[in-house]
């Protein structure tokens, strides 16, 4: 490059005297040296901000090893974090300092597709489905974003109706328009029971014959609906019949109780399950009659049932009986008098009917007297009151009356002698 040298000038005389001067002679390079850099590509995995691409080429009028740097000026034509382009700008500079600069531009892009990852299948709940979540993630080689889209195609399986399974096909596309594409299969589940609706608890009076209509038609139909099945099953099944009435034998009837289970099911086999009361109700009361019956005073005993009576109803098939004496009336003496007695039908729940029974107690046996056939007074004595028999009546006391015949007899004038004739 530049240069200098001294060139000295001697002038000497015949006599050799002699005087010298320098002169300066100086080479100088101010011609920049001549370079050029060649366009690169390169992908963006392997792109490095700090690394050469390309070639580049130079040459200079003085300098054998001419100095040559780079930077880069500017990234442009940006499409993506993995399509782009990067403007470099070469300089050239020998060793006098002069330079020269050219320019490179550097082609990155990306031809490479995203790669999406997940499971082949996923299962989620039915009522969930339709939805927007994507199950998989995308990862770009170059670091950019991944939009990610769907279609679902329905597919045969999975327990619920009509659909129960979905062939979900994605689409991962780079910010430079790579794509890929990964199959999944939703599953849907059910997990969740239906809501069951039952009727109210049903209580229903038994009829004539102890029956009563508890079909579903009567006693009410259950409802339910589901977060997936829009036709649930609904099934019912009765339990045995538990009769409620306390009774007064071992065979108690009447009123009854049975339980009423209503299950719901769906599709996939998930069920709810409630219980419905039914009742039916023995509020009949028994019918029963007593006949009237006549009793002699003797046989007539106030504990001892007298006469017939007869009971049916329409649950109970062996009706209790009980009675009570309410009162004696028409009473003309001891043994001959009515008894109003009350008889009391009574079934196994507690409804009862009375009934009336008239007694009729009677007497048909006459007193028996008992004297002596002569009886000796002090004439002063005679007439008295005193009754000298006694009288015994099977059913009471007897009153006792006489009256007196005089007849022949005795030393008493004029009569000394009466016939008394007791009546008992």
Not at 359 to 364: E, L, S
Not at 392 to 405: L, M, P, Q, R
């Amino acid at each position: 490059g530049t240069r200098t040298l001294t060139r000295t000038w001697t002038a000497t005389d015949r006599c050799d005297n002699s005087m010298s001067l320098d002169q300066t002679i100086t080479v100088t390079d101010d011609t920049a040296p001549v370079g050029s850099a060649d366009d690169a590509s390169v992908s963006c995995e392997e792109y490095d901000a700090s690394a050469e691409y390309g070639s580049h080429a130079e040459s200079d009028n003085c300098d054998s090893d001419v100095a040559v740097t780079w930077a880069n000026v500017e990234t442009f034509d940006v499409l993506g974090s993995g399509c782009y382009s990067v403007r470099r700008e070469y300089t050239f500079t020998d060793d006098c300092g002069n330079s020269s600069t050219d320019e490179q531009i550097i082609t990155v892009f990306d031809d490479v597709a995203p790669v999406m990852t997940g499971d082949l299948v996923v299962q989620i709940e039915c009522s969930e489905y339709p939805d927007d979540n994507i199950y998989v993630t995308g990862e770009d080689s170059c670091g950019g974003e991944v939009e990610i889209t769907f279609s679902d195609v329905a597919v045969s399986g999975g327990c619920v109706h009509p659909i129960g399974m979905y062939l979900r096909t994605y689409t991962a596309t780079d910010e430079c328009g790579n794509s890929s594409t990964f199959e999944q299969i939703l599953d849907l589940l059910d997990t969740t029971p239906p809501v069951l609706s039952i009727p109210a608890d049903y209580t229903v009076s038994a009829d004539a014959d102890c029956s009563a209509d508890v079909s579903t038609a009567a006693a009410g139909e259950a409802t339910a609906t589901d977060n997936c099945d829009l036709d649930v099953e609904i099934t019912s099944s009765d339990s045995e019949w538990t009769y409620t009435c306390t009774g007064d034998d071992d065979n108690t009837e009447g009123t009854r109780t049975l339980t009423r289970t209503w299950t719901a099911t769906d599709d996939c086999d998930n069920s709810t399950s409630l219980d419905q009361t039914i009742t039916v109700t023995d509020d009949t009361a028994p019918v029963g009659s007593a006949v009237d019956a006549s009793v002699s005073c003797e046989d007539y005993d106030a504990s001892t049932e007298y006469g017939s009576h007869a009971e049916s109803d329409n649950c109970d098939s062996d009706v209790a009986t009980s009675w009570t004496n309410v009162e004696d009336f028409d009473i003309l003496g001891s043994g001959c008098y009515s008894v109003r007695r009350e008889y009391t039908f009574t079934d196994d729940c507690g409804n009862s009917s009375t009934a009336e029974q008239i007694i009729t107690v009677f007497d048909d046996v006459a007193p028996v007297l008992t004297n002596d056939p002569e009886i000796t007074i002090s004439c002063d004595e005679y007439p008295d009151g005193l009754i000298y028999a006694t009288a015994e009546d099977n059913c009471g006391t007897s009153t006792i009356t006489f009256s007196d015949v005089d007849v022949s007899g005795g030393c008493v004038l004029p009569i000394g002698q009466f016939i008394r004739t007791y009546t008992a």
